[in-house]
């Protein structure tokens, strides 16, 4: 395999991407021959964290924001957070951004002034899918910064990710209503 998508977004083609990813941006976890693992940064979710994950303290459970990573196994709960001196930081998957999977992680995590977004299910790709979704243009590959990841607002994510990809993607957004007609 020649190019690896780890540690950056990908973002999606609406003019391609009809469904469930329609005008997403995607931060790749892992990537490799065998398939790739992301999650999906900008599908905040109606519920709040504590209606989908039970033991969380109030009054955060009712407050804090819970996204949709993915349509894969919605039982596969993780948090992408900058803080690196925690317990259990997890893996590094940027420069000061890390994903773990510990629920202790996460109590750890409310106790502090670490910045972090929860996400429920993730996106899969089995072998040679992600590469031949490139292939049809399906997606627009980008760097990603622990900044971008953590500080986004979710409506504007995806227009934020063209614009900062700069270029025609840039023009596109600022000029059309659909950035990917062209």
Excluded: C
Excluded at 91 to 115: C, H, N, P
Aim: proline share 4%; net charge negative; glycine share 8%.
């Amino acid at each position: 395999m020649e190019e690896t998508y780890n540690g950056k977004i990908i973002i999606s083609n609406s003019s391609i991407v009809m469904d469930y990813f329609n005008q997403t941006v995607i931060l790749m976890v892992e990537h490799d021959s065998q398939g790739a693992f992301g999650l999906v940064l900008n599908k905040k979710q109606e519920a709040s964290i504590g209606e989908v994950i039970q033991g969380i303290p109030d009054p955060v459970s009712k407050t804090l924001p819970i996204y949709s990573g993915g349509p894969v196994d919605p039982t596969f709960i993780s948090v992408l957070h900058d803080n690196g001196n925690i317990s259990q930081p997890g893996i590094e998957v940027l420069s000061g951004l890390f994903l773990a999977r510990s629920f202790d992680t996460l109590l750890e995590l409310l106790a502090s002034s670490s910045k972090f977004h929860v996400y429920q299910g993730y996106s899969g790709w089995g072998a040679g899918q992600l590469e031949t979704e490139m292939n049809r243009k399906s997606w627009v590959v980008h760097e990603a910064t622990k900044e971008f990841v953590l500080n986004q607002d979710p409506e504007t994510t995806w227009q934020e990710a063209l614009r900062s990809k700069g270029g025609i993607y840039r023009y596109f957004v600022d000029h059309t209503k659909d950035p990917m007609l062209n």
